[in-house]
């Protein structure tokens, strides 16, 4: 239950502002739109891009060890990170 807990409080926190919300909030903000109909899109398409992620997550730690994953994810979030902090400079 605790790593349950922990998969869920991680993916909560790193979805909130994030791209994905604030598209859903501009759905929602559409007086045309049901707000029931933007919640069940948006809540089935996270449904279906979490799928995908395990299913690629299953399939290549397979070939690749969960800690190298571990190490590759670091560095292309930090790799993001400079790219739009110097990006914006250049």
């Given at each position: 239950?605790?790593?349950?807990?922990?998969?869920?409080?991680?993916?909560?926190?790193?979805?909130?502002?994030?791209?994905?919300?604030l598209a859903t909030l501009l759905f929602a903000a559409d007086q045309k739109l049901s707000r029931v109909g933007v919640f069940a899109a948006a809540s089935a398409a996270l449904?279906?891009?979490?799928?995908?992620?395990?299913?690629?997550?299953?399939?290549?730690?397979?070939?690749?060890?969960?800690?190298?994953?571990?190490?590759?994810?670091?560095?292309?979030?930090?790799?993001?990170?400079?790219?739009?902090?110097?990006?914006?400079?250049?």
């Amino acid at each position: 239950m605790k790593a349950l807990l922990m998969v869920f409080l991680s993916v909560f926190l790193a979805e909130l502002g994030d791209k994905t919300q604030l598209a859903t909030l501009l759905f929602a903000a559409d007086q045309k739109l049901s707000r029931v109909g933007v919640f069940a899109a948006a809540s089935a398409a996270l449904v279906f891009s979490s799928l995908l992620a395990v299913l690629f997550g299953a399939q290549i730690s397979r070939i690749v060890s969960p800690s190298t994953l571990k190490v590759m994810a670091g560095l292309g979030f930090i790799g993001i990170g400079l790219w739009m902090l110097v990006g914006e400079r250049f």
